[in-house]
């Protein structure tokens, strides 16, 4: 299972762009990289998921280097509702898919 | 958008006591987890769920617990005589299935219900 490292906590102003760094220097050939978002007292909820390169969605894109060892989400323009904290969760724990959550990256926009 | 619903949204207990815990999940969806996550700790993997058996559990997930699949829409987590260390939040989730066939990792994103929060006292 690929070890993921990224920040503890972040700070932003409104309208900026944010870009969170995980590392995961033992990604196996086979892991997909996958971002969560958590608010307080509610469940994760999926962001973005990627192999390689770029990949863009309506909230947030997801940039992975040739070599796949870190990658990075962007979030363009954050409001104070993008305060939450984020997970990089790489390859899975088990057979079946089982997630395993580190600490994630708490991001708090500021006005 | 489809969401995976979890009631209730907060249950108080007696230690000792069981308690069910519920969640609908997405209704095409195949596979069925439960996490938990402890105030102000990670999010925790328990069990995950296929085909209306236990596909994988941690180590959390002891003979105290157990789930069950009792009719085509609902997912149940009992916990049976509980403990006050049992408090947290407990998440349902599910997700479509894994692409298997391609030799790769799921790819397959987990949907989170807003959890059960429970409290024993």
């Known amino acids: 299972l690929a070890k993921t490292t990224q920040p503890i906590s972040m700070d932003s102003y409104e309208g900026q762009e944010v870009n969170i760094t995980c590392s995961h220097n033992?990604?196996?050939?086979?892991?997909?990289i996958t971002w969560y978002q958590q608010f307080p007292s509610q469940g994760p909820r999926f962001i973005i998921q990627?192999?390689?390169t770029k990949v863009t969605n309506e909230v947030a894109s997801l940039f992975i280097p040739a070599d796949r060892k870190s990658s990075t989400l962007s979030l363009p323009r954050v409001s104070l509702s993008d305060t939450a904290v984020y997970y990089c969760?790489?390859?899975?724990?088990?057979?079946?898919?089982?997630?395993?959550f580190g600490k994630g990256t708490k991001l708090s926009v500021k006005p | 958008e489809p969401e995976v619903t979890q009631t209730p949204s907060h249950q108080v207990t007696q230690m000792g006591q069981e308690v069910i815990l519920r969640c609908v999940p997405i209704s095409n969806h195949l596979y069925f987890y439960w996490y938990r996550q402890i105030l102000g700790q990670k999010v925790e993997f328990l069990v995950s769920?296929?085909?209306?058996?236990?596909?994988?559990k941690s180590e959390i997930f002891d003979d105290q617990f157990s789930v069950e699949r009792p009719d085509g829409s609902n997912f149940t987590l009992k916990i049976r005589s509980t403990k006050l260390e049992d408090s947290a939040m407990y998440f349902c989730?599910?997700?479509?299935?894994?692409?298997?066939?391609?030799?790769?990792?799921?790819?397959?994103?987990?949907?989170f219900g807003d959890g059960t929060r429970l409290s024993i006292l």
């Open positions: 969760l790489v390859g899975y724990g088990g057979s079946q898919g089982n997630l395993i």
């Open positions: 989730a599910s997700s479509v299935d894994f692409t298997r066939d391609r030799g790769i990792g799921w790819d397959q994103p987990q949907h």
């Open positions: 033992n990604i196996a050939t086979n892991d997909y």
């Open positions: 990627g192999y390689k």
């Open positions: 769920f296929y085909n209306n058996e236990i596909s994988e």
